[in-house]
């Protein structure tokens, strides 16, 4: 398969060819019909789920990805911050195919699960491999170096993992609040009951008496938004008022339909507060900052 690769590629690194020869024969040999994959969408940055359900195939018009397998995806747009820290790390890797050892069961117990709340509540955590053992179908030779985008998405599970793990519910209110703050809005966490939803007061004037008027909700969970919990904060909303929904997780497709709808509502994903964060984390007051220690660096940016 590396001669192949050569051949085929001269003009490809020498440093590549092992990465890709390996790749190319997980994809056509190696994974098997019934196989279940987990696939990182850089896109959105959510995890998908997916049973393979064809051979390998070629298609020589399609020239960008010509090597094809049929896939029956079981679970799509899932949040990240679903699973420990260390589970999506593993898949983050570089290398575009391989097994999962350290987090397996805690993977095919999601795929299993009747519902995230499901999974979410019952959830342990899991012994791992040692770090001897994690790749170990992937040959040294192999193995690469983390790219300027596996550290990027290991700083963003680190982030999302802490304002899941360890802010509280109120917490998470009040960071919301000075996150909105660093954006330029005067905000405050409300603090009465009955408030239909209502979590945070924003506004651009300093005394809060010229429109618009934000209402924010905030929902410290990574479980999936639905149309239930935005169509309340929208019941909140008077004229000249807007509303933000604040959430760890994603947003059902019936929820997001709700947002097009309407201009004065934004509902912002777990993807979304987390690049807020890191857009505003010089601007963040320094009880944040030290929840999440982060520096500023430079890495090589290899294709």
Known sequence: MRVAVADKFPEMKRGAVPGTAGTLRRFTFEAQIGDLLVFPNKQDRTLAFGRITGGYEFDAQDGRQPHHRQVEWLKTGV???????????EIGSAITMFGVHRHRQEFLFFIT???EEEFASTRQP????????????????EAL???ADDIDQHTRDFVADVLKNDLSHEEFEQFTADLLR???YESRVTRYVGDGGVDVIAHRDLLGVEPPIIKVQCKHTAETQGRPAVQQLIGTLDKDEAGLFFT???YSSEALSVERERQNLRLFSGTEVTDLTLRYYGDLPPRWRSRMPLRRML???AE
């Open 79 to 89: 949040t990240r911050t679903l699973f420990s820290q260390s589970a999506p790390a």
């Open 113 to 115: 699960a009747g519902s």
């Open 126 to 141: 899991q012994a791992v491999a040692a770090d001897d053992e994690v790749r170990a179908d992937i040959p040294d030779s």
């Open 145 to 147: 170096m983390p790219t």
């Open 182 to 184: 660093c954006m330029g």
């Open 248 to 250: 760890l997780g994603s």
């Open 299 to 301: 890495v090589v940016d």
